[in-house]
C-alpha cells in the first residue's frame, strides 16, 4: 500500500516525464513520493477509455454496481491508518476530523448502493398503451432514466475523502452508471493516490471494465481544461471557488456539444439571530457561532461568514462574549499556502476598510501557515453600500452586521445573491418574524436551518447542498444526499416495445418490481 | 371575443406607437387588425409585475393552481370556432388538424392540473431526527420542491396553440408555480391574442395576481433577447429552429446570474427499416413513411428526415411505392412565407448534390406558399463524406439513405448528432439486429419508437420530448408529458423546523398524504 506516484488511467498504471509534489500542509516541506503529470496524451486516453467502458459498465446492472461502491467503501477503510495520517500531512486537518470524513465517505458509497438496490432512481414511469382510444389509439410509453457517459470529477482541496476521489461526485456518478475520470486536486496527491487503490481494487474484484476509473493528477488548470473540453466528457462534477467554477462553466459552454457543470463554489450562509433568541440566549449563541466559524479553521462551504441581527444590548453581550470565546481559539494549518494567504489578504482588507470593524481575533499563529480566527462587525448601511464586505473569505472569518431595523434586516437580505445555506435562530416571540423571512430565504438558498448552524452536511435523502447561482452553477440540484444521483441522468421513453427488446428495468416483470408511476399513480413496487 | 392587436401585460391591455401585421399563410395577405409592437419599456414592465406576482401566486397553493389550469382550458375551449378559424388563417393548418390541436392543448393543461392534484410533483423526501444517533444526533431534514421565478415562454409557429401561448411550456411552468411571459409567433399573433384572452380570463375568474401572465408581441429577435436577459426571468421555454435556439443559449449564459434554458430545436428523427420487416411490407410502410412525411406539410419537430435501410431488392420496392404515394400528395400552404422559402432553398440544394438522387416529388404546388414534397435517396458513403446531407430541412422532405452492410448502418447511426426520436420497423426475425442497434440509439435520442412513425406525440406522465443536444439545449428534460414540470423547479431543504413554521406540504399532517420518502422509503401518501 505504498505510493507509487503514478497516475491511474483505466485500471493501468502510467508514469510520464514531468512530476510535482505534495507539501505537508503544517510545514510546507515538500513529501515524498513525486507525482507523475498528466498531459494531453494522457486526458485523451483517459477518455477513450472511459467512453469504452461505458456502455459495458451499463450493462453489468445496477446490482453490480451496487456492489462495485460497497467494495469501494470496504477497501477505503482497509487502507486503516496509513490514509489518515497521509491525508493529515496534506491537509493539516485534525485525524479526529479525518477519521470522521472517511467515515462519511465509506456511508455515502454504501447509502448510493442501497439507493441502487432501490430501483427508484430509474423513477419508471408506465403509460400502458389504450388500444381502443379514439380519435387514436394510445401507444404503449415507458420512461426511464439512462446515464450521461462519462464525468469528470474535480477533487475539492477542503474534504480530501468525502468530496475528492471518492467524494459525492464519484459516489453519485459511479451509481448512476457513468465512468469517472477525477482530476485529483494537487494539494494531496498521495491521499488521491491511496483512494485510487482502492477503487482500482474494488473495481477488479468486481469484474467492473478497466475504463471505468482514472485519476489524472498535475499542478496545472490546463489538465482540468482539456477534461471538461474532451467529447467524451458529458458531465462535470466541482466543488472549489468561484474562481474555478466559472472557468470551468465557460469551457463547457464553448464545447461544441455543451455539458452540464455542476459546480458547488461560493457561499456566505447567513445567520440570522431573532431578537427574542438573542435576548435570550446571547453567549451561548455567541460561543456556537465561534464553534461554527473557527471549525476545520473555517474551511466550509457551510462557514457562517456572515451574522444579522438588530441593534440591542443583546447583541452588544453577544458580540462581547464572541470576541471572548475567539481568544481561546487555537490556530491551525490551513490547507495550503495559496489558501493561507488568500485568507490573510481577505482578512487584512477587511481590517483596512474604514466601515468594518474588528470584534476580536483568535489566538495568534505559531506558524505562518495557519489561519488566526477573526470576527469582524459593520452596520447594515455599509454592507447595503459596500458589496465586497459580501465576498466570501475562505477561513475563519465571519462579519457581524448590526441591522437598524426589520427593514433594513429584509433589505439586506435581498441583496444577497444564492447561498447553500441560512440559518435562522429563534424562539417562539419570533415565530411571526420568521414567518415572514422564509419565502425570502427560500428564493435565495438551497437549505434553510432552524436554531442550528450552516457546518455539518448530513448525508441523506432530505439533504441539499446545493442552492441559486452563484452558491452553485445550477440551483435545480445538490451534490450531498441521494438526489444528487440525478444530476447525471436523463430520461429516454421506450414506444411500443415488446416486453422481451426493452431495457430490463422497463419489462412488465420488472417495472413492477420498483417504485414507479402506471398510468400518473404512484406505486411503491411490489 | 373580437381582436384588438394589444399586447396583455399582467391583466392590463396595452397600446403602443409600433405595429405589425399577421399574413394569411394562404395567400400571402395581411390580416386585421394591426397588433403593438413590445419595447424595452413594456418587458421591464411586465417583468416587473410578473416578479411581484411570483410569491402570491406561490402562496395561492397548488389548488388554485389547478383550477387556474383548468378554467384556461375552459375558456379556450369557450373561444369555439373563432379560435379556430383564426388559427388557421394564420398558420395554413386544416381545421381538422387544429381542431385536434385545440383537444390537446385542452387536455394538456388538464394532466397538469391532475398533477398538481396528486402531490408527487413536489417530490417531498422526509429523513426524521436522530436525536440519539452517535457520534452526532441527526437533524430532521424535510425536501420539496419550489419554482425557479418568473418563465420566459416562447411560442412556436408550428404548433399555434398547443406549442405556444397556452401550450406546454405554459402549462408546465403555471403548474410548477412560475409565472409566466410568453414572447408571441409573430406568424399567429390574432390566435395568440384570443389565447391570451382566454388566460386572463381564467386569472381572473380565480384570483390569480395580475401578473402572473403577459403576452408580449413583436417581429424582431430583439424582443425575445430582452426578455431573456431581464434579471427577474428565471427560465426559458422554447421550441423553434436551432439557431434561434443557440442565440438564447447565448443570451441566457452572458447573464450576470446565468439561466436554464430549455431550447427544443432540430431533429432529424432517423427511421431504421430492418431486413426482414421490409422484406415482408415495403409498399405498406413506404406509404406510411409518405404519410409521415407529409403530415402538416412536413412542419413537425419529428418529422423523419431521414429513412436508413440495407441494400436489397425489397428497398428497391419501397423506393418505387414511395415514390407513387408522394405523386398523391396535393401540396398546402407552410406556416410562413419565410419558412417557405427556406424549404424551397433546402430542397434546391439537395436537387443540386452530385451525390444525392431525386426518389420522387409531390404534386407541383398551385401557389407559390405551398411545400411540394421531395424523398431524396444517397448511399451512407455519401452520408458520412457530407453532413450537409443530414441537416434538418423543414418540411415535407425526407432522405432515405442505402446502407451496403450492418457495419455501414452502425456508422452512419454512429455519427448522428443527439436526436428527439429514433423509429425501428422490425419483425421477429430482425430483433437481434434491433438488440444490437437499441443501446447506440438509447445514448443518442429522447424517444425509441417500435413500429410506428416519430410524428405524433402522445401528451403523458411517461412521453419525453426531449433528447441530447443539438435536438434540445438540455437532454435531462422533456417539454411534453408531466416531467415538464420539472424543468422549472428547483429542491429545497428545512432543517429542524416546527411543524408550525414549516410550508404546508411539508408538515407532518400534510406530507404524509402525498407521495413521498421517508427515511429513504417510498410511500404513495394516504
Avoid at 476545520?296 to 462581547?320: K, M, V
Wanted: aromatic residues 8%; hydrophobic residues 45%; charged residues 20%.
Amino acid at each position: 500500500m505504498g505510493l507509487s506516484g503514478e497516475l491511474f488511467v483505466g485500471g493501468g498504471r502510467v508514469r510520464t516525464a514531468e512530476t510535482f509534489r505534495a507539501v505537508e500542509a503544517s510545514s510546507g516541506e515538500y513529501l515524498e513520493p513525486p507525482f507523475d503529470v498528466a498531459g494531453a496524451a494522457i486526458v485523451d486516453q483517459a477518455c477513450e477509455l472511459a467512453w469504452s467502458a461505458f456502455q459495458p459498465f451499463r450493462e453489468l446492472g445496477a446490482e453490480r454496481r451496487a456492489r462495485f461502491l460497497e467494495l469501494i467503501a470496504e477497501q477505503i477503510m482497509g487502507l486503516g491508518d496509513a490514509l489518515l495520517h497521509r491525508a493529515a500531512a496534506e491537509s493539516g486537518l485534525p485525524l479526529a476530523r479525518l477519521t470522521g470524513e472517511r467515515a462519511r465517505t465509506a456511508n455515502q458509497l454504501r447509502l448510493f448502493a442501497g439507493e441502487l438496490g432501490r430501483g427508484g432512481w430509474w423513477r419508471i414511469r408506465v403509460d400502458p398503451a389504450q388500444p381502443e382510444r379514439l380519435p387514436q389509439p394510445r401507444p404503449d410509453l415507458r420512461q426511464y432514466q439512462v446515464p450521461l457517459g462519462p464525468v469528470a470529477v474535480f477533487g475539492a482541496s477542503n474534504f480530501p475523502l468525502a468530496f475528492s476521489v471518492a467524494g459525492g461526485d464519484t459516489a453519485s456518478a459511479l451509481a448512476a452508471g457513468c465512468p469517472v475520470i477525477v482530476k485529483g486536486h494537487p494539494a494531496h496527491p498521495g491521499t488521491s493516490e491511496l483512494i485510487a487503490q482502492a477503487i482500482v481494487a474494488a473495481a477488479e474484484m468486481s469484474g467492473m471494465p478497466a475504463g471505468v476509473f482514472s485519476l489524472l493528477n498535475g499542478p496545472s488548470n490546463e489538465l482540468g481544461a482539456a477534461l471538461v473540453r474532451h467529447p467524451y466528457i458529458r458531465a462535470v462534477g466541482f466543488t472549489g471557488s468561484r474562481a474555478g467554477g466559472l472557468a470551468l462553466m465557460q469551457i463547457a459552454r464553448e464545447r461544441a456539444e455543451p455539458i452540464p457543470v455542476y459546480a458547488e463554489m461560493s457561499s456566505i450562509n447567513p445567520v440570522v439571530l431573532l431578537p427574542a433568541a438573542l435576548a435570550a440566549d446571547a453567549p451561548r449563541l455567541a460561543k456556537e457561532f465561534v464553534e461554527s466559524v473557527t471549525l476545520g479553521t473555517g474551511q466550509f462551504c457551510t462557514n457562517p461568514g456572515f451574522l444579522l441581527a438588530l441593534e440591542s444590548p443583546a447583541l452588544d453581550r453577544f458580540i462581547a462574549a464572541a470576541a471572548d470565546a475567539l481568544k481561546a481559539v487555537t490556530p491551525t494549518a490551513m490547507l495550503t499556502g495559496a489558501i493561507q494567504k488568500a485568507y490573510v489578504s481577505r482578512v487584512e482588507r477587511l481590517l483596512q476598510h474604514p466601515r468594518v470593524s474588528v470584534i476580536g481575533r483568535g489566538n495568534e499563529s505559531a506558524s505562518a501557515r495557519c489561519g488566526r480566527a477573526a470576527l469582524f462587525c459593520a452596520d447594515a448601511a455599509t454592507f447595503l453600500q459596500h458589496a465586497e464586505i459580501s465576498e466570501e473569505v475562505f477561513g475563519p472569518s465571519s462579519v457581524v452586521i448590526r441591522c437598524a431595523n426589520e427593514a433594513q434586516l429584509f433589505e439586506v437580505l435581498q441583496q444577497l445573491e444564492g447561498q447553500l445555506t441560512a440559518s435562522l435562530h429563534f424562539v417562539e416571540q419570533d415565530e411571526n418574524l420568521v414567518r415572514a423571512l422564509l419565502p425570502l430565504l427560500e428564493r435565495t438558498v438551497g437549505r434553510v436551518i432552524a436554531n442550528g448552524w450552516p457546518t455539518g452536511v448530513e448525508v441523506a435523502h432530505a439533504m441539499v447542498h446545493g442552492g441559486p447561482f452563484p452558491a452553485t452553477s445550477d440551483g435545480r440540484s445538490t451534490s450531498v444526499g441521494t438526489l444528487a444521483i440525478e444530476r447525471f441522468l436523463r430520461p429516454v421513453c421506450y414506444q411500443n416495445f415488446p416486453d422481451s427488446l426493452l431495457p430490463q428495468p422497463l419489462r412488465t416483470g420488472a417495472f413492477i418490481l420498483h417504485p414507479h408511476r402506471y398510468d400518473g399513480e404512484y406505486r411503491t413496487g411490489a
